[in-house]
């Protein structure tokens, strides 16, 4: 599975910026994807992930109620709404997929078996 994300760039505190992942899998719907990030100097964290064949979605709480996770299983893309961006949201985005039928502990990242590329998104204050 290949995965490629786009979407990131500059933007201004407060504004938004909507961040696509385009996977090549075939069954894509079944695939839990996941949003992690890491800032310079840090290590990387979890953002947000969707379950697999409708399962729920869940949040990391640094970004509940501005982020939300969402997917096109038709274009085999995820996608990652971020509003009310923060100069603290600042880092390097990826996506990944999860092949596991039954999907838990998504917030870790070892659970995932496949990593896009990466996105850059810059918050100014």
């Known amino acids: 599975v290949q995965l490629q994300a786009s979407g990131g760039g500059l933007v201004q505190a407060g504004g938004s910026l909507r961040l696509s992942c385009a996977a090549s899998?075939?069954?894509?719907?079944?695939?839990?994807m996941g949003w992690f990030r890491q800032a310079p100097g840090k290590e990387r964290e979890f953002v947000a992930a969707?379950?697999?064949?409708?399962?729920?979605?869940i949040y990391a709480d640094s970004v509940k109620g501005r982020f939300t996770i969402s997917r096109d299983n038709a274009k085999n893309t995820v996608y990652l709404q971020m509003n009310n961006l923060k100069p603290e949201d600042t880092a390097v985005y990826y996506c990944a997929a999860d092949k596991r039928l039954i999907s838990s502990s998504l917030h870790l990242d070892y659970q995932y078996d496949y990593w896009g590329q990466g996105t850059l998104v810059t918050v100014s204050s």
């Open positions: 969707s379950k697999g064949n409708g399962g729920s979605t």
């Open positions: 899998a075939r069954t894509f719907s079944r695939y839990s």
